[in-house]
């Protein structure tokens, strides 16, 4: 099997990682918070360290405002309902993925949520009168994906960052598709809140998420439950992380987080970075020359997240995903949870794109083979 999907999901993990989760569910059984005995203690620590590694890993500092999740979408969610009242505004970007839209259409239908959508151009930038317009309304958020997951285009992150905060709006940043591929220092960058999954980029198990706050940027708790915390008291501990971390941690699976964390670490990810962006390179530069195609978002030389995504004008795009599956070829057809971001690119009335997502572990000869394929069904 080839696999180019790893957009949606790494495949494989890191080194290390099946064997941490492992090694965790056999020696860590303890429930961290719940109890004196060493097992629980252990179990402690062990979480203690891996969040202290994210944060470092991440570039930010007060790795207690640093809370796990199950995935970037809960992570999202938490910041959403808790920043945005009754009758508020929003703005978020042409480009942003269901788990920002889905949240934010029911606050709009049950709390009247005005929705503003900032359009991006292929390359992720706004027109900057119309940027200024926007803040100039004062949303209470100002919604931000890092990298899309459709085009790859890189809104330019530390510029928007700016004039939101020139404005007096927080920013949050969905980093789903940049975190574990571009070398970003999240604590310089300077965003409000930052939301994240751990089986992305990140190469760890799924079942893994990261919230960020930034200091000064409390949020409700989501989720009321046992944190092992303050256990006299009926209502939710006040202190983070506790607060937003109600019920039994993924142990295991943050285990293996730290694995691919550590594994990231050593290889860096600027190696990370160069190697797939010469994948993608690769495939752009073979499916240019083929007839019918368009590739979405920005140009060959343009920098752009781990994906190649593209149209048809001579062939249905379920066929050719088809024609991909049968020669055992794993990518993705179709809207990508993302119908906002394909009907700012035009694509949504062909029934999406098919996306084209490689990983550090891609050969080289994958994508050759990939590009023959294409040839051939297109011949």
């Known amino acids: ?9 790494s495949f494989p993990k890191a080194p290390g990682v099946v064997q941490a989760v492992a090694a965790s569910m056999e020696a860590l059984p303890g429930s961290v918070g719940r109890a004196s005995h060493p097992l629980a203690r252990e179990a402690a620590r062990a979480l203690y360290d891996i969040r202290n590694q994210a944060a470092a890993f991440l570039g930010l500092d007060h790795p207690e405002r640093l809370v796990f999740t199950k995935n970037a979408t809960e992570a999202l969610n938490v910041v959403l309902r808790g920043c945005l009242g009754q009758g508020g505004r929003v703005l978020v970007s042409s480009l942003e993925h269901n788990s920002v839209m889905r949240p934010l259409r029911y606050l709009e239908s049950t709390a009247g949520l005005i929705v503003d959508i900032l359009q991006l151009d292929p390359e992720g930038r706004p027109d900057p009168k119309e940027l200024a317009l926007r803040l100039g309304l004062r949303p209470e958020l100002f919604v931000l994906t890092g990298a899309s997951n459709v085009s790859g285009a890189l809104p330019p992150l530390g510029e928007l960052l700016a004039a939101a905060h020139g404005h007096g709006v927080p920013v949050l940043v969905d980093a789903s598709q940049l975190v574990g591929h571009l070398p970003v220092d999240f604590g310089e960058l300077g965003a409000d809140y930052l939301a994240l999954p751990g089986h992305k980029g990140l190469l760890g198990p799924a079942g893994t998420g990261i919230l960020w706050l930034a200091p000064g940027r409390d949020l409700p708790a989501l989720i009321h ?7 006299d008291k009926e209502f939710q501990p006040e202190v983070l992380p506790d607060r937003l971390e109600a019920g039994t941690h993924n142990l295991a699976s943050l285990t293996g987080l730290g694995a691919a964390l550590a594994w990231l670490s050593s290889q860096g990810l ?7 962006a010469e994948l993608c390179q690769a495939l752009l530069e073979g499916l240019e020359g083929l007839p019918g195609l368009r590739i979405l978002g920005p140009g060959r030389a343009r920098p752009r997240a781990a994906l190649v995504s593209l149209v048809s004008d001579i062939i249905p795009l379920d066929e050719l995903a088809l024609a991909l599956d049968r020669r055992g070829i794993a990518t993705r057809m179709g809207l990508h949870c993302s119908p906002l971001a394909h009907r700012s690119l035009g694509s949504l009335a062909r029934g999406g794109a098919l996306r084209l997502s490689p990983g550090p572990f891609t050969p080289d000869k994958d994508i050759q083979a990939t590009l023959e394929v294409f040839q051939e069904v297109l011949a």
């Open 225 to 231: 439950g046992g944190t092992g915390s303050a256990s």
């Open 270 to 276: 600027e190696a990370i970075a160069r190697r797939e």
């Open 1 to 9: 099997m080839i696999y180019l999907d790893n957009a949606a999901t």
